[in-house]
Each structure stands twice: as structure tokens, then as C-alpha cells.
């Protein structure tokens, strides 16, 4: 009978875990659907960028790009003083390299070669291929190099029909790259880059929701068609203009040999004009393209619901991941009692209105308790010397993020008749000795 009963609180705990996990797993299912669909170049998008440092609000530094036809006219705009200010502050030269549309085998191949090279770069990655390739996604960032959100699966019909499809690529995306690696970005880049596909709507809509949306300023047009050779791209890239911060834009989807081939080469020729590499933080003011006064795409206005849903979004993320990132860094807890020690890592208790939250059946069976479940009255009992010392009731039951039924440690305790004798609680060290 004990055992039964036994068996039927894991039941009960699991199924209290399924309730907590459910929320943010639906969307897996989909994952492997599609795969390697992605679209034409990027390379064909003409390009009108505008630097937008984030520190500094004043005239964007305007230049040229050197592919697409439908280019605005524009014209060079001296930078700033505050900007020139900044540069003659970094006096660097940086290249920021960038790889999208993986992770593909491909991508195995430019980590080790960054790596050879002791440098970083940022992968704006596709939700569908992180789900696909979830260890060169983790590799990425074991290997230190920055990721971003390249949307889920490229479609630009889709994308740029309607916001709400786009949002929900967003989403799912950023969720397909924080399970995965653990990272919640808010780097993005736009599919076929943001002119002529965002409007101010899509580009207001993605700032409320905190993502900085990065454009580029070399397109080394490994992907204005098939196979373009490693030849062609460094020459291409060898002919485009230069600037203090270059964000140049690669590609390591399935296909882009060529563009793994030509990386030692463009490496080598930054390298010999003095650049150095980084990758790109959430500091580092994005080079956006400006609205374009015509769209590829006709499309409705992007709704305030629409903006709405996708900042609820975001700020869950980017609270979750804070609080799992605090979570890392507490120290563990550590009850000891005669020679006993009960050691709780990080996230395996946790602080609620300043009292310290263990896992119940952790706690009881570490005293030499038990727990049974009285399953005609919906209670969890915890037995101790043969006393049932408490009793919950399904309302006064709360679980941990993983599912575990979790108890105030002192007041439970105090129901075992177990005296804290002594407590240490600051942020490098909790430490609770008990009574025999
Ligand atoms: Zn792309």
C-alpha cells in the first residue's frame, strides 16, 4: 500500500511538473519541417543604411553601398561631433563579421577557422536550422561568438504579408535559440535586409519590443546567386568602401562553401588594413537601413495588438533568462545536521518573501521522514518518527519551476520539531546547521 501511495505522489509531482514545462514547448513540434528553403539573396536588396549609435542620438552617417539597382540617391554626411568623438575615443577600426542562415555544416567549418584566427564573429541563425543542428547552435556560443535572430524559416512572402507572421517567427525563434543555448537574444536581422521589407511600423514595432535590428554595410554577395565563387566574393569584398565599423555580411547556410573557402582571405585582408574583429553586443549601435519610401510589399498597417503580443513576449523572455541567469549565480544552499549535509544547488531552492523554499520529499527523506500522498482527501502528508508532522492541501500545495512541491524550510522544520541552531545567509555563502 506505502508503495503505491508512493508511487502515486511521483505521479502527482510529475504531473505538477508537465503543468510548468507545458508553456514553452509547444512549438517545437514543428521544428524539422522545413529545411534549407532559404530565398534568394540578400545581395539583391539595394541597400541605404544609416549608423544609429545607441549611446548617441544625432545625424546617421550616410554611405553607399555598392550592389542593388533601386539604390536612393544619397550622399555623404560628415559624422557628428560626438560620433567623431567616439571614434577618435576607440581610434580602432572594427569588422564585425557575420554569418546567416545557418547553423549549417557549413558553420562547423567558419568556427574553426575563427578559432584558428582567435577571433569572434555574430551568427544570425534560423529558428528551423537551431532546432535542426542544436549543437553547432551551442557550439557557437561555447566558442564565444554572438547570435541573432534571423527569423524562422527566411520566407519573405511570408514575413513581410503580414507583422503577426512575422512577430511569430520572431518569437518562436528566440524561443528555438534561449532553449537551445541558453541565450536570449535581442540581435536581429531582417531576411533580405530591412529596405524595401520594413516599414515604420516593422521597424517601431521591433524597437518597442527591445530588438536591435542590424543591417550592413559590406555585402560581400556570396549569395546574389549559386555558387559564387570564393574568387568573386573577395573581390567583391576587397572593392567595397571602407569604414572605422564594417559589419559585413556572409552567409554559412547549406551551399556556401564558397563563402567558407574565401573566409581565411577576407580574414587576412582586414587583418592587413589594420581592423580588428568583435562581435556584435547589445552595445554596439546597429547600421540599420532607412525605411524605404516604397515597399516590395503590400501589406496592412502593423496593429498596436500585434506590438502588444510581441513585447509581453519579450519582456517574459528577457525576464526568465535574468532570473535563471541570477539563479546560476547564488551560491549553493547547505543544511548540515550531525554529520549529515544536505547540499542544494542554485535553482534547487529559492527565496519567497525572504524565507528560503526547499523541495518537500528532499527535505523529508534527508531527515528520515517520508511523504504519502492521502489520495481520498487530496492531501500530501509528510510522516516523521511515525507522526503525520504535516499535511497539505491541493491549495496550499506550490511547486518549483520543475514541478517539485516546495515548503518554507523553517516552518517546515519547526513542524519536525527540528531546531535551526544556526543560520549564514548573504550572497556568498547560506548555510543552515539543525539539531539532531
Ligand atoms: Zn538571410
Not at 521597424?203 to 549559386?226: L, P
Not at 515597399?295 to 510581441?310: D, F, G, Q, S, Y
Not at 519579450?314 to 549553493?332: F, G
Request: some cysteine; hydrophobic content about 35%; aromatic content about 8%.
Amino acid at each position: 500500500m506505502r508503495r503505491m501511495l508512493k508511487v502515486a505522489i511521483c505521479a502527482m509531482i510529475m504531473w505538477f511538473g508537465l503543468i510548468e514545462l507545458g508553456s514553452f514547448t509547444g512549438d517545437q513540434s514543428n521544428a524539422a519541417k522545413e529545411r534549407e528553403t532559404v530565398q534568394a539573396s540578400e545581395a539583391a536588396t539595394a541597400a541605404h543604411y544609416e549608423a544609429k549609435p545607441l549611446l548617441a542620438a544625432h545625424a546617421s552617417n550616410e554611405t553607399k553601398q555598392q550592389s542593388g539597382k533601386d539604390q536612393p540617391a544619397n550622399t555623404e554626411v560628415k559624422p557628428s561631433d560626438s560620433e567623431s568623438a567616439e571614434m577618435a575615443e576607440a581610434n580602432q577600426k572594427i569588422v564585425y563579421l557575420t554569418f546567416d542562415d545557418g547553423p549549417s555544416k557549413n558553420t562547423e567549418q567558419v568556427l574553426d577557422i575563427l578559432k584558428q584566427e582567435g577571433i569572434s564573429a555574430t551568427f544570425f541563425v534560423l529558428g528551423e536550422h537551431v532546432l535542426g543542428q542544436p549543437e553547432i547552435a551551442k557550439r557557437i556560443i561555447a566558442e564565444g561568438h554572438a547570435i541573432g535572430n534571423h527569423t524562422y524559416d527566411h520566407k519573405y512572402e511570408r514575413l513581410y504579408g503580414r507583422f503577426s507572421e512575422f512577430a511569430e517567427q520572431v518569437m518562436k525563434t528566440d524561443k528555438a535559440i534561449y532553449q537551445t543555448t541558453g541565450v536570449r537574444t535581442i540581435l536581429f536581422r531582417a531576411p533580405g535586409g530591412t529596405y524595401t521589407n520594413f516599414d515604420q511600423g516593422y521597424f517601431d514595432a521591433m524597437a518597442a519590443a527591445g530588438y536591435q535590428v542590424h543591417d550592413w554595410n559590406v555585402d560581400s554577395g556570396d549569395s546574389k546567386r549559386q555558387g559564387v565563387p570564393a574568387s568573386e566574393i573577395l573581390t567583391t569584398i576587397k572593392g567595397s568602401k571602407l569604414a572605422s565599423k564594417l559589419s559585413v555580411l556572409l552567409h554559412d547556410s547549406a551551399g556556401h562553401t564558397e563563402s567558407v573557402k574565401a573566409l581565411p582571405a577576407i580574414i587576412k585582408y582586414y587583418k592587413s588594413k589594420g581592423y580588428a574583429f568583435a562581435k556584435i553586443t547589445d552595445e554596439v549601435a546597429p547600421i540599420q537601413f532607412k525605411a524605404a519610401g516604397k515597399l516590395k510589399w503590400t501589406r496592412a498597417h502593423v496593429t498596436k495588438t500585434e506590438i502588444t503580443k510581441l513585447t509581453q513576449f519579450s519582456e517574459k523572455l528577457s525576464r526568465e533568462s535574468s532570473l535563471a541567469q541570477a539563479a546560476k549565480n547564488e551560491p549553493e544552499l547547505i543544511v548540515h545536521r550531525g554529520e549529515g549535509k544536505l547540499v542544494l544547488k542554485s535553482g534547487e531552492y529559492s527565496i519567497t518573501s525572504g524565507a528560503i523554499e526547499v523541495s518537500l520529499r528532499k527535505l523529508t527523506e534527508w531527515v528520515g521522514g517520508s511523504l504519502l500522498l492521502d489520495v481520498e482527501n487530496g492531501l500530501i502528508d509528510a510522516y516523521y518518527d511515525g507522526n503525520r508532522v504535516l499535511s497539505l492541501t491541493s491549495k496550499e500545495i506550490h511547486t518549483s519551476r520543475e514541478g517539485q512541491v516546495i515548503v518554507p524550510v523553517r516552518a517546515a522544520l519547526q513542524k519536525f520539531e527540528i531546531q535551526i541552531t544556526k543560520y549564514v545567509y548573504n550572497d556568498q555563502q547560506r548555510e543552515i546547521w539543525l539539531s539532531e
